[in-house]
């Protein structure tokens, strides 16, 4: 049967106007093949939506920790480096073959629809619950007046960075209301220099350019200290904890955890033959080694400390790559396991972005409740475990798909393949 071309490119266009409303799948390392045909990567939507599930988990039991070496799940932040390797291998995947028919400025916007609107609930979120969070260290909280609070509202929202002196709650974050959103902020700073620079590299300057950047990961984590910035952080020795603030030492430590993670995902996705192939139970296989990295104990007591800082670069460095190859070079068998995926990818961002305004909660009704029996403490951390999925779902439903298929049909500009 001979169909004409009018209809098919119809269809096309419809696609591509609507493709960064799932832009959680990730498909298969291909060149030059139109982005309606290439394969998901649901693996790796699934294994977003399991370090999701455990930063959640790893904020709630930190409300009890007594610092870095006695959290209970203790590496839970090495989450945000695997998120990295994630979204340098997907913007690869996403972007690498388009831009001979995408502006910088179309990358941007795709973008900035694609994040945006995520990083806005959060941070009304965090708005909505500023003044129940004043817990102990937190005293600014009931010292900031309303328009103070509306002020800092709206620079979370257009994603400006408020400085040490802006700092409303007492943490010296970069958003006072929403503390996981410095991570965004990073993401963008990869995104912007991926757009005007990376993308142009050549294969050979990109590993470079990626091995260098793994100095950085190795001085960071072995706090070797070589430009001398990671002195004030005695609290979080031999670990890669920090970024979440504009003081020169955070920066650095955002820079340590971006560069490597990020523009190493990119060359991951570049490098097409580097995959693992699991032909059985991939998904658990990859899961099973993304939460063990998060969950293990800190490594080496008070004495050893380096063996810690050890761990953090060898899982940085080799095991995050090694999973992502694994799962974009595995299939998923099974309808149950697919439909569990493509779930866990769907909330995955919108729970990493929204569920940290309810930690501070958290950590004042813990304060306040000191004395109360341990099951009620367990009872009131589940269910905020529970709420932080029920919001991050419903609010894709209701809010961030709509919003951004409303977005994506209005500011994005359609070219024919």
Request: net charge positive.
């Amino acid at each position: 049967m001979h169909f004409s071309e009018k209809p098919i490119d119809r269809m096309k266009e419809i696609y591509r106007t609507f493709a960064d409303k799932y832009s959680l799948t990730f498909v298969m390392a291909t060149e030059s093949i139109p982005l309606s045909s290439k394969p998901r990567f649901e693996i790796l939507d699934g294994l977003r939506g399991v370090a999701a599930m455990i930063v959640v988990a790893f904020h709630l039991f930190e409300t009890y920790s007594a610092g870095p070496m006695h959290q209970i799940l203790n590496h839970g932040y090495l989450a945000v480096d695997f998120f990295f390797v994630l979204s340098g291998f997907v913007i690869g995947y996403a972007y690498d073959d388009r831009w001979g028919r995408m502006t910088t400025w179309d990358f941007f916007k795709r973008r900035l629809i694609r994040l945006q609107p995520m990083v806005v609930l959060g941070t009304l979120i965090g708005a909505f619950w500023f003044y129940f969070g004043a817990a102990p260290g937190f005293e600014l909280v009931m010292q900031t007046p309303w328009w103070k609070l509306l002020l800092i509202m709206v620079l979370g929202c257009i994603m400006f960075p408020t400085p040490p002196s802006m700092d409303i709650r007492g943490w010296q974050e970069i958003n006072s209301l929403n503390g996981a959103q410095w991570s965004l902020l990073w993401e963008y700073v990869a995104n912007i220099l991926y757009a005007l620079f990376v993308r142009r590299f050549s294969t050979l300057l990109l590993t470079v350019f990626v091995f260098l950047s793994a100095l950085l990961t190795i001085d960071l984590a072995m706090d070797l200290d070589v430009t001398g910035l990671l002195a004030l952080r005695s609290y979080a020795r031999y670990t890669v904890i920090g970024g979440f603030g504009l003081t020169p030492d955070q920066i650095y430590i955002a820079i340590c955890r971006l560069l490597y993670p990020f523009f190493g995902g990119l060359l991951l996705y570049r490098l097409s033959r580097c995959r693992i192939r699991i032909n059985r139970g991939a998904m658990t296989w990859c899961s099973l080694a993304v939460a063990a990295t998060l969950v293990m104990p800190h490594l080496g007591g008070t004495d050893h400390q380096w063996v810690n800082g050890l761990y953090c670069a060898a899982v940085i460095l080799f095991v995050y790559p090694a999973v992502v190859a694994a799962g974009a070079g595995s299939q998923l068998k099974g309808r149950r396991t697919t439909a569990l995926c493509k779930f866990l990818g769907m909330i995955s961002y919108p729970l990493y972005i929204t569920h940290y305004p309810m930690i501070y909660v958290q950590m004042n009704w813990a304060a306040q409740h000191a004395d109360a029996p341990l099951s009620t403490h367990i009872w009131v951390a589940v269910s905020i475990f529970v709420a932080s999925i029920a919001v991050a779902y419903a609010s894709v439903k209701v809010y961030d798909l709509p919003l951004r298929t409303w977005l994506s049909a209005k500011f994005l500009q359609i070219s024919k393949q």
